[in-house]
């Protein structure tokens, strides 16, 4: 199947396609569905993102993917406010592998919100098969506040 036939596909499937700058770009496109309450990440594995020796996502990409797809539950849940937070941890582990061609979701779920951190935590899958945990700790700047 084509890259433009899978984002088609995608989207039909109510997946929205966020496509911005920086490393989140270089690294993207990201797609979201969902609302504030119930929402989910994915991301199309590609080349660029294997371990080319074995064809496999390589783990900086596993966990760039985490870091995105936690902080936009708290994104979700605190709209503008979310843009003084910046990631203070984060843990993943590594559980089995995704190939290139499938397509990765997270569905983030905020643990703790308390007055300056929020405590988030999800799981990474490909179809029904989880490839990773992770769970972070997201702290609001004292610049932002």
């Not at 700058?21 to 309450?37: I, L, S």
């Not at 308390?114 to 997201?138: M, Y």
Request: hydrophobic share 40%.
């Amino acid at each position: 199947m084509s890259e433009a036939s899978t984002f088609d596909s995608l989207r039909a499937a109510g997946w929205t396609d966020l496509t911005t700058e920086g490393f989140t770009g270089y690294v993207g496109p990201f797609w979201f569905r969902g609302d504030a309450h119930n929402h989910e990440v994915g991301m199309l594995v590609e080349s660029r993102h294997a371990n080319s020796h074995i064809g496999t996502l390589h783990g900086g990409v596993v966990m760039t993917f985490a870091d995105i797809g936690l902080g936009s539950a708290m994104s979700k849940a605190l709209g503008a406010k979310a843009r003084g937070y910046v990631t203070l941890s984060l843990q993943t582990q590594f559980v089995s592998v995704a190939r290139v061609g499938e397509f990765i979701t997270c569905k983030p779920e905020i643990v703790r919100q308390a007055r300056d951190v929020v405590f988030i935590r999800g799981l990474i899958k490909t179809g029904e098969k989880t490839i990773a945990s992770a769970e972070g700790i997201w702290k609001e700047m004292a610049s932002a506040r």
